[in-house]
C-alpha cells in the first residue's frame, strides 16, 4: 500500500492545520491506520489510531481534545484535525496502516512547524 500526507505547514499557535493521507495499492477499508510524529531529536512516537470501520479511536494524552482523527473510505483517505496548536506540536507528521497488530507501511512525512 502506498500513503501519501499532505496538509502540512506553518501555523500560529492556537492555530489549526487538517492533515490528509492518501492511500492506495490495496483495499484501504480493511485496515486500521494511524497518524504518527517525530520532532526534531526525538524518537517517533504514536498520536492517534482510528480502526477500521471509524467506530474506535484513540489519541496520546497530549492532544486529547485538541486532535481529531477521521477516514473517509469511500475517498482512501485519512484525516486530522489538529486545533489549538501549541509549538510543541512541532513536528513531521506520518500517516500509517496497521496490519497484523503492527504499523506495517508509512507515508513520507508533512512537516508541521507551529511558531510562538
Known amino acids: 500500500v502506498q500513503l501519501q500526507a499532505s496538509g502540512g505547514g506553518l501555523v500560529q499557535a492556537g492555530g489549526s492545520l487538517r492533515l490528509s493521507c492518501a492511500a492506495s495499492g490495496r483495499t484501504f477499508s480493511n485496515y486500521d491506520m494511524g497518524w504518527f510524529r517525530q520532532a526534531p531529536g526525538k524518537e517517533r512516537e504514536f498520536v492517534a489510531y482510528i480502526s477500521w470501520s471509524s467506530s474506535s479511536t484513540y489519541y496520546v494524552e497530549s492532544v486529547k481534545g485538541r486532535f481529531t482523527i477521521s477516514r473517509d473510505n469511500a475517498k482512501n483517505a485519512l484525516y486530522l484535525q489538529m486545533n489549538s496548536l501549541k509549538p510543541e506540536d512541532t513536528a513531521v507528521y506520518y500517516c500509517?496502516?496497521?496490519?497484523?497488530?503492527?504499523?506495517?507501511?508509512w507515508g513520507q512525512g508533512t512537516l508541521v512547524t507551529v511558531s510562538s
Open positions: 500509517a496502516v496497521r496490519e497484523g497488530g503492527d504499523y506495517r507501511y
